[in-house]
């Protein structure tokens, strides 16, 4: 039995020595250690072995295929080796990798988040509010009578019930003061919606940014500091700051905020940038009476109010020349902000 086992061995590793490839070497480990292979066949033979030896050769073949697994595993390591040496034969792993395409901020993102960060270091915080508007939020509370233009079915989007998309951001002044007592410092980014011609400076859909200071005392020096900062930080310390005097209905007095830029290879020149003003006693009414109290006593709290278009900011800040690039998505266009 023993001569069996060590014929059986060295038949074993010299086939296992021998292979060329995985391949060959899987068939070599079936002949073996199959079910029906050599070694398997010798373990059955056990059988027969005299008692008394039973242990010597027991530990015989125990050795034989502790060999033979031994050889089978080694091999496979070198077989693998060799196969992945051939595949990279002639690549340069040291190459460097073809860069993936990253994506970028949105020009709109860029802007929005650039402008809440200015506010934010003045103390503002950030407000939300639903772009499915009534007509109070929307429009009566703000002072804005039921003949004025912006109600018209022409130029605002209503809905059968009676809502409508909200024309501007400024309807969460009222629904943050319905919400919160004074003093109040909000700003508040979001869509709003017009039902205006589609050219090169109108969309139905615009971002606005608006903004909302309440206080015992605040004064319209206030508004002129914080909106000439806010502007200087965006655009630049050089820049001018005018206020033009304007009429909004929610606040009074009013003003168009333009801003002197010098667009390269022309002279600088005006562009209108916000509105703003001094928040109109009649809404601190509108809210003490939704409000059911008189947190907002227009003889007790003074505020400021402004609101912009982010689309139209963006526009001026990188010279863009038609806003229906920044609903397009074309890459072209967006990876020159990446
Ligand atoms: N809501 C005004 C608009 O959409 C902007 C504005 C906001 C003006 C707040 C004054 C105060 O044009």
């Given at each position: 039995?023993?001569?069996?086992?060590?014929?059986?061995?060295?038949?074993?590793?010299?086939?296992?020595?021998?292979?060329?490839?995985?391949?060959?070497?899987?068939?070599?480990?079936?002949?073996?250690?199959?079910?029906?292979?050599?070694?398997?066949?010798?373990?059955?033979?056990?059988?027969?072995?005299?008692?008394?030896?039973?242990?010597?050769?027991?530990?015989?073949?125990?050795?034989?295929?502790?060999?033979?697994?031994?050889?089978?595993?080694?091999?496979?390591?070198?077989?693998?080796?060799?196969?992945?040496?051939?595949?990279?034969?002639?690549?340069?792993?040291?190459?460097?990798?073809?860069?993936?395409?990253?994506?970028?901020?949105?020009?709109?993102?860029?802007?929005?988040?650039?402008?809440?960060?200015?506010?934010?270091?003045?103390?503002?915080?950030?407000?939300?509010?639903?772009?499915?508007?009534?007509?109070?939020?929307?429009?009566?509370?703000?002072?804005?009578?039921?003949?004025?233009?912006?109600?018209?079915?022409?130029?605002?989007?209503?809905?059968?019930?009676?809502?409508?998309?909200?024309?501007?951001?400024?309807?969460?002044?009222?629904?943050?003061?319905?919400?919160?007592?004074?003093?109040?410092?909000?700003?508040?980014?979001?869509?709003?919606?017009?039902?205006?011609?589609?050219?090169?400076?109108?969309?139905?859909?615009?971002?606005?940014?608006?903004?909302?200071?309440?206080?015992?005392?605040?004064?319209?020096?206030?508004?002129?500091?914080?909106?000439?900062?806010?502007?200087?930080?965006?655009?630049?310390?050089?820049?001018?700051?005018?206020?033009?005097?304007?009429?909004?209905?929610?606040?009074?007095?009013?003003?168009?905020?333009?801003?002197?830029?010098?667009?390269?290879?022309?002279?600088?020149?005006?562009?209108?940038?916000?509105?703003?003003?001094?928040?109109?006693?009649?809404?601190?009414?509108?809210?003490?009476?939704?409000?059911?109290?008189?947190?907002?006593?227009?003889?007790?709290?003074?505020?400021?109010?402004?609101?912009?278009?982010?689309?139209?900011?963006?526009?001026?800040?990188?010279?863009?020349?038609?806003?229906?690039?920044?609903?397009e998505n074309d890459t072209r266009f967006l990876a020159q902000f990446a």
């Amino acid at each position: 039995m023993n001569e069996r086992i060590a014929a059986a061995e060295a038949e074993a590793l010299e086939r296992i020595a021998s292979a060329v490839d995985e391949r060959a070497l899987e068939e070599a480990r079936v002949a073996v250690t199959g079910r029906k292979g050599s070694m398997s066949l010798l373990a059955a033979a056990m059988k027969d072995v005299p008692k008394e030896d039973k242990a010597a050769v027991g530990q015989r073949l125990h050795d034989a295929r502790e060999a033979v697994a031994r050889a089978l595993c080694e091999k496979q390591e070198r077989l693998r080796a060799e196969a992945d040496r051939k595949a990279l034969a002639g690549i340069d792993v040291t190459l460097p990798a073809r860069a993936l395409p990253v994506g970028s901020l949105h020009p709109l993102t860029l802007i929005r988040d650039r402008a809440i960060e200015i506010l934010r270091r003045l103390g503002f915080a950030l407000a939300d509010g639903p772009e499915i508007e009534d007509e109070f939020h929307c429009f009566d509370a703000l002072n804005t009578p039921a003949d004025h233009p912006a109600r018209n079915e022409k130029d605002t989007f209503y809905f059968d019930s009676g809502k409508l998309l909200r024309t501007h951001t400024s309807s969460v002044q009222v629904r943050a003061m319905e919400s919160s007592p004074p003093p109040l410092r909000i700003v508040v980014p979001g869509s709003a919606y017009r039902r205006d011609e589609i050219d090169a400076t109108h969309l139905s859909v615009f971002n606005q940014l608006e903004g909302l200071y309440v206080d015992g005392d605040v004064s319209l020096p206030d508004l002129k500091g914080t909106l000439e900062f806010f502007f200087r930080e965006l655009f630049g310390g050089h820049i001018e700051v005018r206020f033009r005097p304007h009429f909004f209905p929610f606040t009074e007095p009013s003003f168009e905020i333009d801003v002197k830029l010098g667009v390269p290879g022309r002279e600088p020149r005006w562009i209108e940038v916000a509105g703003c003003g001094m928040v109109d006693p009649a809404v601190f009414d509108a809210v003490c009476r939704s409000r059911n109290d008189r947190a907002y006593d227009p003889d007790r709290v003074t505020g400021f109010a402004f609101g912009m278009g982010l689309d139209r900011l963006a526009m001026i800040r990188w010279g863009i020349r038609d806003i229906r690039a920044l609903v397009e998505n074309d890459t072209r266009f967006l990876a020159q902000f990446a």
